[in-house]
């Protein structure tokens, strides 16, 4: 059996179900309805996996008979199986509202993952919920698609937590769903007011910071051993971290470059950087 699609196929722009569903290409209409979407069959099928609480499907008209079947090849479950409702649209309003350059036919909407990305206010009460381990830290990282290549790559190398400062990119913005695919919806991210506070409380409970930063005090990386449950703090893809940041951190810490060379993307260091942490 299919998806549990609803009424009729929707032709029109002005629909009101599509209308909300474009109004989620904006963050604060993300952030006011605490929703979000994305397209594509493989996050779909990455969302039903790990329990993404998914509130509607809308398929594109000519090929959802091809996105059913593909559904249930990667997952193994009957479209019939996913327990929202799901509305065709024709093949031309289809194709004028999806996010993708070669849409594959399906876009979807789902509430914010409330359970594992949290916000955290900190005052001297609050006491941050990390996990043992090794933790990346992010300050004001704004590119989405760098954000999201990080988060893909910390749940490749075996990071299991990641705390950003208010500033960085939307997690549900759409360039950072498609950069951070299915590890998005299982990473647990804690997004806090103020980093320099965090980074103190982390600090103050024995764990050690570093900051990825080239300053009188910073160590090569590959030339110290790090420990378990060390963190590591990535800054701004142009400014770097903040002073107050760094003065807070245990130690700063560098990647060695070819001299004359640019520095490198904020995704390519972190990589580089939880390599190392999780080695």
């Given amino acids: 059996m299919g998806f549990l699609y609803q009424g009729e196929v929707i032709v029109s722009r002005q629909n009101r179900r599509v209308v ?3 109004k989620l290409e904006d963050r604060k209409a993300r952030q006011a309805q605490k929703r979000f979407r994305f ?12 329990n993404v609480p998914l509130e509607a499907i809308f398929l594109k008209q000519g090929g959802a008979d091809k996105v059913e079947a593909r559904f249930e090849e990667l997952t193994g479950r009957t479209p019939s199986s996913v327990s929202c409702p799901a509305f065709l649209l024709s093949d031309e309003l289809f194709d004028k509202i999806s996010q993708e350059n070669a849409p594959e036919g399906v876009i979807c909407v789902a509430g914010y993952i409330d359970r594992i990305h949290k916000m955290y206010i900190i005052e001297k009460e609050v006491t941050l919920d990390l996990p043992e381990g090794p ?22 190398l075996g990071i299991k937590h990641l705390v950003i400062s208010e500033d960085c990119a939307d997690l549900y913005h759409p360039k950072t769903l498609r950069a951070a695919m299915g590890p998005l919806f299982s990473m647990p991210i804690t997004r806090v007011d103020n980093l320099t506070v ?54 700063s810490i560098y990647i060695p470059m070819q001299a004359g060379t640019e520095s490198l993307n904020a995704g390519v260091a ?4 939880m390599w190392e942490l999780c080695k």
């Fill in 135 to 156: 933790i990346l830290l992010l300050e004001s990282v704004r590119d989405p698609l760098n954000v999201g290549a990080i988060i893909r790559s910390a749940a490749a």
């Fill in 270 to 273: 972190a990589a580089l950087l």
């Fill in 20 to 22: 909300d569903l474009c």
């Fill in 198 to 251: 965090a980074v103190e409380k982390i600090t103050a409970s024995g764990r050690r910071v570093f900051a990825a930063a080239l300053d009188d005090t910073a160590v090569k990386l590959g030339e110290f051993s790090f420990r378990f449950g060390d963190c590591v703090i990535i800054g701004n893809e142009g400014h770097g971290l903040s002073e107050g940041v760094i003065k807070a951190c245990t130690r």
């Fill in 39 to 50: 397209d594509g069959i493989k996050l779909l099928c990455e969302a039903v996996e790990r």
